[in-house]
Each structure stands twice: as structure tokens, then as C-alpha cells.
């Protein structure tokens, strides 16, 4: 059974205090819900994060990390590292993570595979830019990036992956992709899945959509039959709008 997940990315904002004053206003509104609740505060946050909701619900998740357990690699982080102060799931494939860092399928490939070596949950995004939905070719941009990230992984392997279509020209706009657009790619996916891995694996991946969802479009989006939640971006910041979002289900 596929599981619905509402993840909050919190990208490079909140410091310390802010990160605390927002925890505390999330355990607030935080009630019984119908989906897994993620949030992901910055890196130097996230054992404070991870302590603060340890007897909650909210699951602490990691934006981001290196393929390397260790080394040589200034400014990175390891899943190792990542699992030491209790983060078990990462994003992995952030759209601003390929476009301002370079980060290709193939780094993504080798990210996926470390995480997995170290027993995370993955969330992996991809989306087609705006230029390629214009053109018509958004399909196959993102067969692509599934396909050149994930596929050389086992079926089992697949217990552990949570896909996020974000369309980049939907990230931070305010333009979000209507429920049929994104029914129509999330629908597309799951054949993709079908097609390479068969129905279980097809049937149980859950698929979020991300791209400046908020409380007025979460419900009519999460209706539709392939969206299994959202990666929420901005309006993950503000507790209210994030708990109108997940209530949404
Ligand atoms: C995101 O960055 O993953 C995202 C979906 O952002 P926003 O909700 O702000 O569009």
C-alpha cells in the first residue's frame, strides 16, 4: 500500500531560533492526521529538530547529502553523519540542487545508491522545466531523469523510494501545475514504474507533487487518484498554512 506524505522543505531558511520557534508552533497544530508528516530544517538544525520531535509524529528529513561516507569533500555531509543524529530519510534531485549545483543524473545515481547503503528512505525529485513543457516534451525529460537515477535499482530497492514530480517552472511561482496536469504526469509515472518494475512496484511507490502547493490548491490536488501528497516548499514555513496543507487529506 502506497502511503500519503506531506514533507515541508525548508531550504536555507530558519536558523537556530527561528527553527525552534517554528517546531513549537508546529507541535501546536500538529493533530491526528491521515499521511506521514516530514519536515526539512538545514543541516545544522536538524539534531536540534530531531530532538524536539522525537516523541511527535513529524519525521526529520535531510534536504540533501554527499555519496562518499567521509573524505575529502569540504562542506558535504554523509548518510553516516545523517543517521547519527537520527535522520533516515533524505531529498535527494532538488531541482535548485541540479540546477545551482550541477548535480547530475549520474551524482544522483551514486547519491541514491549511498543512501539506500545506509538503510534511507530517498525522496527523489525530478520535473521538466518550462521550456520542455512548452516543446511538448515533459514526458520524456522526466522518463529520463527516473529512468538515468533509479533504474539500475533492484525491485526490492524500491521499498525505499518516494518519487516528487516538481515542475521547475512550478517551484516558487506561484504557478502551480493544475490537478489534471499533474494527474496526467503522475499517472504517466506510475506506468513508467509498471512498465520497468511491474505492478507492485507500480502500485506502491508513492508519488508527491511539488511545486507551490498552498491551503486554497492542497485539497483538489490530493484528490486526484496518482497524487499521494506534496513536497511543500514555501508554505512550509509558516505552521498554519503547512498543518492546512497535510489536513488537506
Ligand atoms: C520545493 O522547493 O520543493 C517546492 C515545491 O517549493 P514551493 O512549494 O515553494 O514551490
Known sequence: MRRNIVAGNWKMNNDLSQ??????????????SNC???????????????????????EVIAQNMHYEDNGAFTGEISAPMLNSVGVTTVILGHSERRAYFKETD??????????????????????????DRKAGRQESVVKDQISNGLFHLTEQAWNN???????????GTGETASPEQAQEMHQFIRQVL?????NRVGDATSILYGGSVKPSNAAELFAKNDVDGGLIGGASLKAEDFFAIVNAF
Request: contains cysteine; glycine residues 2%.
Open 36 to 58: 506521514e508528516i516530514m519536515i526539512a530544517p538545514t543541516h545544522t538544525n536538524l539534531w536540534h529538530a530531531f530532538e524536539a520531535l522525537r516523541l511527535s509524529d513529524i
Open 194 to 198: 509498471t512498465e520497468q518494475y511491474g
Open 106 to 131: 549520474a551524482v544522483l545515481a551514486k547519491k541514491v545508491d549511498a543512501a539506500l547503503r545506509h538503510n534511507m528512505r530517498v525522496i527523489f525529485c525530478f520535473g521538466e522545466e518550462l521550456d
Open 161 to 171: 523510494i518516494v518519487l516528487a514530480y516538481e515542475p521547475v517552472w512550478a517551484i
Open 19 to 32: 527553527t525552534e520557534a517554528l517546531i513549537t508552533e508546529l507541535k501546536k497544530q500538529n493533530q491526528t
